[in-house]
T-cell receptor, first 110, second 115 residues
Framework: RKEVEQDPGPFNVPEGATVAFNCTYS??????FFWYRQDCRKEPKLLMS???SGNEDGRFTAQLNRASQYISLLIRDSKLSDSATYLC???????????FGRGTSLIVHP | NAGVTQTPKFRVLKTGQSMTLLCAQD?????MYWYRQDPGMGLRLIHY???????AKGEVPDGYNVSRLKKQNFLLGLESAAPSQTSVYFC??????????????FGPGTRLTVL
């Protein structure tokens, strides 16, 4: 079983839609969690960290469920510019090295 | 403040040739990483370094070597390139390994083709 798993998609949604992605992780001792965004042929960039209490940044909301070992990303009022691959990253739990999921592809169409 | 830079941006090699990819960061970060990204495979860690003079193997280290002689530089070497090493290579750096605030900063990538 891969340490960090994501549905690769693609998720194909119209502008204005709400879309949610989940990411599951296997190491219960993991300590920190992130969502990165990667545009086509570009480098990954941090979208947001995921805190235990959940956090929101504009149209984006991230949640952590330690009991079920998953994190989620909710995007409201999707824009064409949200089209990208969203990478889940998990840190800690005895390793100093972050573990990346394979990413979830989002396509927002007019 | 350039962040993380990578040299070169593109390269075409013939099988058996060697080359070195250079990664430089100006953020005084301790940790540096080399990844490769192939379609459908996500980011896979090749080697990493937790400080000047140290290196360690990641998930897919075979066929690659690295060096971290200076804190700001992390070099990735291919001694005898193979077509299976055709990929996009990303370098990244972070201040620590296990902090909730250890955002990784990535370079723009090197697109390598081995014929």
């Amino acid at each position: 079983r891969k340490e960090v798993e994501q549905d690769p998609g693609p998720f194909n949604v119209p502008e204005g839609a709400t879309v949610a992605f989940n990411c599951t992780y296997s190491n219960s001792a993991s300590q920190s969690f992130f969502w990165y965004r990667q545009d086509c042929r570009k480098e990954p960039k941090l979208l947001m960290s995921v805190y235990s209490s959940g956090n929101e940044d504009g149209r984006f909301t991230a949640q952590l469920n330690r009991a079920s070992q998953y994190i989620s990303l909710l995007i409201r009022d999707s824009k064409l510019s949200d089209s990208a691959t969203y990478l889940c990253v998990v840190n800690g739990g005895g390793s100093y090295i972050p573990t990346f999921g394979r990413g979830t592809s989002l396509i927002v169409h007019p | 403040n350039a962040g993380v830079t990578q040299t070169p941006k593109f390269r075409v090699l013939k099988t058996g040739q060697s080359m070195t990819l250079l990664c430089a960061q100006d953020m005084n970060h301790e940790y540096m990483y080399w990844y490769r990204q192939d379609p459908g495979m996500g980011l896979r860690l090749i080697h990493y370094s937790v400080g000047e003079g140290t290196t360690a193997k990641g998930e897919v280290p075979d066929g690659y070597n690295v060096s971290r002689l200076k804190k700001q530089n992390f070099l990735l070497g291919l001694e005898s390139a193979a077509p299976s090493q055709t990929s996009v290579y990303f370098c990244a750096s972070s201040s620590t390994g296990t902090s909730a605030y250890n955002e990784q900063f990535f370079g723009p990538g090197t697109r390598l083709t081995v014929l």
